[in-house]
Structure formats: C-alpha cells, structure tokens
C-alpha cells in the first residue's frame, strides 16, 4: 500500500491506495469523480486525460502514488459553480460531441492546448495537437470548431484561466 | 497490472540503494505503465525518478548541449536554449507521441529503454552524444546494443545526455498511422564536412548508421545526392505495417527529407 495525498479540484485529499492504482481509478472509485473516463486502457484514446500541475496527462498512465504532492483538475474543476468554463460552453455551443464518452478528455486536452498557444490556434494545430484523444464517433470536425471558438472567446474576454 | 510496490527515491544514490532484485526505474512510465498493465511487466518494485531534482534541467554551455535524463519531451521541444544550436532535436521530441505523452516521458527513460521504433535513440547516435550515466560516460555507439538492449549494467541509471551541436541536423520520419511511433526514421548530421546519418524504426537489432547514406551525403550535402543511393533491405525489419524493401527505401526518402530540414 502506499498513502497519497494531492489536491484535486481545489481540495486537499488523502487515503492508502494499493501500489498499482492508477490515477484514474483513484479520481474515480476514491473520489468518486467519475467524469475522467477510461476508454481504451492502453493509453491511446485520451478519454483519461486531466491535468497534474498544469500539465494535461493521461490518468490511465500514471499511477496515483506518483501524482502524490500534485495538484489535479478534472473536468469536474473546470465551471465556476454554474458558469461553463469557457471552452466546455463552446463545445455546447459548437456540439463538440455525439456520445460524449471522450469529450471530458477533448477538454481537459484543449484547456491544456489554448493555455500553450497563446498566439492562438489554427485547424491544423488543434488537429495535430488533438493526436492523443480518440472520438469513436468520428466528431472531430465539431470538437475542432468548439477548440477554435473557444480560444477566441478566451482570447477577447481575458480568461485564459490555467485550468 | 500486478500487484507492485511503490518507492519514490529522492535522489540518484537513493534509486541506486532502492533498486534490488526485480524493481524497476520508473520515469516518466510512457513504456513503462502501459506495459505493466499489459502483464506484459511484473517488477515487484518500481522506484519513481521523477522527482530527483539532479536528473532534470537543459544546460547549453556555447554549443555543448547536455540534458537531464529526467527532462520531458515537453521541455526539450519549447527549449529556446537547444533550439538555438540544434533545432532538430527540439522537432524531434515535438514528434514524440502526444501532448500528453510528451509532458510525462522523459528523454532519459526513452533511451534507457531503446525501443527499436524510438525516437531520440536517432539523434543520440547521429549526434555522436554521450550519454552519463551514475557510474560512467557511455558513447551512443556503445550504449544500444539491440533491440530494447543498452549497455546499462543492473541497476545503473542514465542521469544526462551531452552532446555538441553540429553545423547542421535535420529529423524526419515515416510515422506508423495508429501509434505514430517510427515505422523509419532518419537523423542526419553534417559537422565540419563530416555527415552521420543514424536510422530508426527500420533495422531488426534496432538504431544503426547507414553507410550508404553517409557516404553519399559526405560528397555532397543535398538530398539530390541520395537519388543513386540504394540502401540493402538486409537486415531490416519486415512485420505487417512494412516490409524489408519498403522500410529500406523510406531510410532514403526520410534521409532526403532529412537533409531538407537540416538545410532549411
């Protein structure tokens, strides 16, 4: 067993968790923040992603003891109470999804992407930078409108919040 | 993934006096983690690198380039230190997997496990680095030995990496459409009239020089020098994405290519 401790949206937690649990099912079954999902399990769908000291990784591919100390936010961290963050209400406004099942990595991933391109973004950087997220259902071309609206909504009002 | 024990080691010495039997070093546990979950790895131990402050951090002393072992693929690709001697690299490690991937592996950990379709271990035998080591100073020609094979002793840890940045570099590869990993890759070097030309992705006992490259390219550094060349499928790998034949003549289109972006 190993003990962790780590703040995730905001809130410091704690608990004994066994060497092999990963990140993920820490968020999930601890926490019981089941918005992170696990799509694929072999780290290549991205529907795992959150961030970890800013960073966006998949939390299928780290193991929640190696988080120890970090800070996390998961898509459950993203609103202000009842205001959308900027870039889940351009991915309503856009329809950014069809089943859903990979869109709070989509998020977490284009969080992460809009705070690295402060210049901002074209197409062909959303779809090169959205190589580790995975849509099933095919919708890139909506999530890539959603990406795009989002980082000039978040340019003209000022917040580029680093989610 | 089975069960495993996790140690968080503060420093090299400290992983060094941790590793025992069947652990294993865990860096940024891209190959790692995956593998665990596999089954396909079963260490009884893994003893986290990640937050041993001696093995992080890019230093660039003139055109001396040496990089912590524990440095992200993130960090080498945004290094505006690296990107003003060798811009190459830094286009590399901004090729490797995916964002998220890259803000977790580590170069360290990348060459310590020497994946046949890897990247850096390319750039690590073109570049004629030297790779450190808690014990000893490593050339890239002796440190990949085959296929997922170093010259790592049992518990011996990469701490850095340390090259001279050439005249010019260039990286291009062939990347495989589902796991982007090399399906060929090409590292081109010329220093000082001298060309080095190191081959991912493509040979069955992993990272290699290709000959007729560099032979051709030393008379001349252009890609127009490759047309003639034909590089022998003998020896490199045939598996369901490519064939021996195929793979041999993306080594010369990524070399052309290569040397583009070394000129450009």
Same mark, same amino acid.
């Given at each position: 067993?190993?003990?962790?401790?780590?703040?995730?949206?905001?809130?410091?937690?704690?608990?004994?968790?066994?060497?092999?649990?990963?990140?993920?099912?820490?968020?999930?079954?601890?926490?019981?923040?089941?918005?992170?999902?696990?799509?694929?399990?072999?780290?290549?769908?991205?529907?795992?992603?959150?961030?970890?000291?800013?960073?966006?990784?998949?939390?299928?591919?780290?193991?929640?003891?190696?988080?120890?100390?970090?800070?996390?936010?998961?898509?459950?961290?993203?609103?202000?109470?009842?205001?959308?963050?900027?870039?889940?209400?351009?991915?309503?406004?856009?329809?950014?999804?069809?089943?859903?099942?990979?869109?709070?990595?989509?998020?977490?991933?284009?969080?992460?992407?809009?705070?690295?391109?402060?210049?901002?973004?074209?197409?062909?950087?959303?779809?090169?930078?959205?190589?580790?997220?995975?849509?099933?259902?095919?919708?890139?071309?909506?999530?890539?409108?959603?990406?795009?609206?989002?980082?000039?909504?978040?340019?003209?009002?000022?917040?580029?919040?680093?989610? | 993934?089975?069960?495993?024990?996790?140690?968080?080691?503060?420093?090299?010495?400290?992983?060094?006096?941790?590793?025992?039997?069947?652990?294993?070093?865990?860096?940024?546990?891209?190959?790692?983690?995956?593998?665990?979950?596999?089954?396909?790895?079963?260490?009884?131990?893994?003893?986290?690198?990640?937050?041993?402050?001696?093995?992080?951090?890019?230093?660039?002393?003139?055109?001396?380039?040496?990089?912590?072992?524990?440095?992200?693929?993130?960090?080498?690709?945004?290094?505006?230190?690296?990107?003003?001697?060798?811009?190459?690299?830094?286009?590399?490690?901004?090729?490797?997997?995916?964002?998220?991937?890259?803000?977790?592996?580590?170069?360290? !950990?990348?060459?310590?496990?020497?994946?046949?379709? *890897? =990247? +850096?271990? $390319?750039?690590?035998?073109?570049?004629? /680095?030297?790779? #450190?080591?808690?014990?000893?100073?490593?050339?890239?020609?002796?440190?990949?030995?085959?296929?997922?094979?170093?010259?790592?002793?049992?518990?011996?840890?990469?701490?850095?990496?340390?090259?001279?940045?050439?005249?010019?570099?260039?990286?291009?590869?062939?990347?495989?459409?589902?796991?982007?990993?090399?399906?060929?890759?090409?590292?081109?070097?010329?220093?000082?009239?001298?060309?080095?030309?190191?081959?991912?992705?493509?040979?069955?006992?992993?990272?290699?020089?290709?000959?007729?490259?560099?032979?051709?390219?030393?008379?001349?550094?252009?890609?127009?020098?490759?047309?003639?060349?034909?590089?022998?499928?003998? !020896?490199?790998?045939?598996?369901?994405?490519?064939? *021996? =034949? +195929?793979? $041999?003549?993306?080594?010369?289109?990524? /070399?052309?290519? #290569?040397?583009?972006?070394?000129?450009?």
């Amino acid at each position: 067993m190993a003990s962790v401790s780590m703040t995730v949206n905001g809130r410091a937690v704690s608990g004994e968790v066994e060497g092999r649990t990963l990140l993920v099912h820490y968020l999930r079954e601890h926490l019981g923040l089941t918005g992170t999902h696990v799509g694929c399990d072999t780290s290549q769908c991205g529907a795992c992603v959150v961030h970890v000291d800013g960073k966006a990784v998949k939390s299928c591919t780290m193991l929640a003891a190696q988080a120890s100390g970090s800070t996390i936010v998961t898509i459950e961290g993203l609103a202000d109470g009842a205001d959308l963050h900027p870039v889940q209400a351009a991915f309503k406004e856009n329809h950014g999804l069809q089943c859903g099942f990979c869109t709070p990595g989509m998020i977490m991933a284009a969080t992460d992407m809009i705070r690295r391109h402060p210049e901002g973004l074209d197409e062909k950087t959303v779809r090169a930078e959205l190589e580790g997220n995975i849509c099933r259902c095919t919708g890139y071309h909506n999530i890539v409108k959603a990406i795009l609206a989002a980082s000039e909504a978040m340019a003209k009002g000022g917040k580029a919040k680093a989610a | 993934m089975y069960s495993v024990n996790y140690h968080r080691a503060t420093s090299v010495a400290d992983a060094a006096s941790k590793a025992k039997g069947e652990a294993k070093y865990l860096a940024g546990g891209m190959t790692l983690i995956p593998t665990m979950k596999q089954r396909l790895a079963q260490p009884g131990d893994v003893i986290d690198l990640m937050h041993i402050g001696e093995l992080k951090g890019i230093k660039v002393e003139g055109k001396v380039v040496t990089i912590g072992a524990g440095t992200t693929h993130a960090e080498v690709a945004a290094s505006a230190a690296i990107k003003a001697v060798c811009p190459a690299l830094c286009h590399l490690a901004s090729h490797i997997g995916d964002p998220h991937v890259r803000h977790r592996g580590t170069i360290g !950990g990348s060459i310590a496990n020497n994946d046949p379709a *890897a =990247d +850096y271990p $390319a750039a690590m035998l073109a570049l004629d /680095a030297t790779i #450190a080591t808690n014990k000893r100073k490593i050339p890239a020609g002796d440190f990949f030995t085959g296929l997922f094979e170093t010259a790592l002793e049992e518990g011996e840890i990469v701490t850095a990496v340390t090259f001279v940045a050439p005249d010019k570099a260039g990286y291009e590869k062939f990347p495989n459409p589902a796991s982007r990993y090399a399906m060929t890759g090409v590292f081109v070097v010329l220093d000082g009239g001298s060309v080095r030309a190191a081959v991912t992705g493509a040979g069955e006992t992993g990272v290699f020089r290709s000959v007729e490259i560099e032979n051709a390219l030393a008379g001349k550094f252009e890609a127009s020098a490759l047309d003639a060349v034909t590089v022998p499928a003998d !020896g490199l790998m045939s598996d369901m994405h490519a064939s *021996a =034949d +195929y793979r $041999a003549n993306l080594v010369k289109v990524m /070399a052309k290519r #290569a040397v583009g972006r070394a000129k450009g």
